[in-house]
Each structure stands twice: as C-alpha cells, then as structure tokens.
C-alpha cells in the first residue's frame, strides 16, 4: 500500500507543472481574470449620470410604463419631441437630471431606479462595447 501510494504521488519538489509553459499562461490568464472581473459591474459612482443624464429620451415603453404606473410627476417631465428632462414650470430642458442623488463622494443613488428610463438601463450598450465611462465592463445580456 505505501509503495502504490509514493507511486501515484508526485515526486517531491513537484512535477513541473507549474514551471511549464502551460502553467506559466494559466498563472497569466489568472492574473488577467482577476483584473477584468474586479473592473466588472456598476460602482454606483454616479459619472454617467452625471454626464449623460440631461440627454436622455423617453422610448414609448417608458411612456406607456409611466403611464401604467401614474408616474405624473415624470410625464411631466417629457417634451413632445420625448425629451428628457423637462422642468414643467417653464418647460425647458434641465442641465441635469433631476433623480440622481449623491450619497457620498464617488457615491450615487438614483431616485427612480425601479422605473428609470430605457436609455439608463440599457447604458453601456454595445455601441459602448459594454464599458461604461468609469471604465467598468459590463456582460453582454445586461
Ligand atoms: S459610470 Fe459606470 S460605474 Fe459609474 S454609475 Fe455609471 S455605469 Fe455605474
Ligand atoms: S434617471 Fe436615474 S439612472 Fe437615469 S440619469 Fe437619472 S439618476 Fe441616472
């Protein structure tokens, strides 16, 4: 039993294996997982919000969605053309959006996160090659 057992061991100092060009490139690719994935999904940093937020445009889901929900207070806030977002005291753009909160500095919350408009789910899209402008990747089916 002893002698199968140092048989099907691997000799000491091991086998290799690690020294191997094989085990050198999974060492890297290892290595290269870590760095996407810890730069993977939303930090909630609020940047994109920030940057885009007073650009946005209501689709026609979002409309019948808000409609649905008696969202008023956002149909209000929707120009005709579908323009986001519009203060209905004057009925001019705001130069931000209005529902992003700031929680902390590098932290943000967005007020309507349940009903928010498409064009915020949808962000980053293909077009942005699923990165988003804090340089964090996103899946593909996200
Ligand atoms: S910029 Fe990126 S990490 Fe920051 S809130 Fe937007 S999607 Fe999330
Ligand atoms: S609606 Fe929400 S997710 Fe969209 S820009 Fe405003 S704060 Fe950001």
Not at 50 to 70: I, K, Q
Not at 83 to 97: E, V
Request: charged fraction near 25%; proline fraction near 6%.
């Amino acid at each position: 039993m002893d002698g199968l057992f140092r048989f099907v061991t691997w000799p000491r100092g091991g086998c290799g294996w690690e020294d191997s060009a094989i085990g050198r490139m999974s060492r890297r690719l290892g290595r290269g997982a870590h760095r996407v994935l810890g730069r993977a999904g939303c930090r909630s940093c609020g940047k994109c919000c920030e940057l885009f937020g007073a650009n946005l445009t209501a689709t026609p889901g979002d409309v019948a969605r808000w409609t649905r929900e008696g969202r008023f207070e956002l149909l209000a806030r929707v120009s005709s053309m579908g323009h986001l977002w519009i203060d209905p005291a004057t009925g001019t753009r705001l130069s931000r959006c209005p529902y992003l909160v700031r929680i902390a500095p590098g932290r943000a919350r967005c007020r309507i996160h349940a009903t928010k408009p498409q064009m915020c789910r949808d962000y980053p899209t293909l077009a942005h090659g699923k990165r988003c402008v804090a340089n964090r990747l996103f899946p593909l089916n996200h």
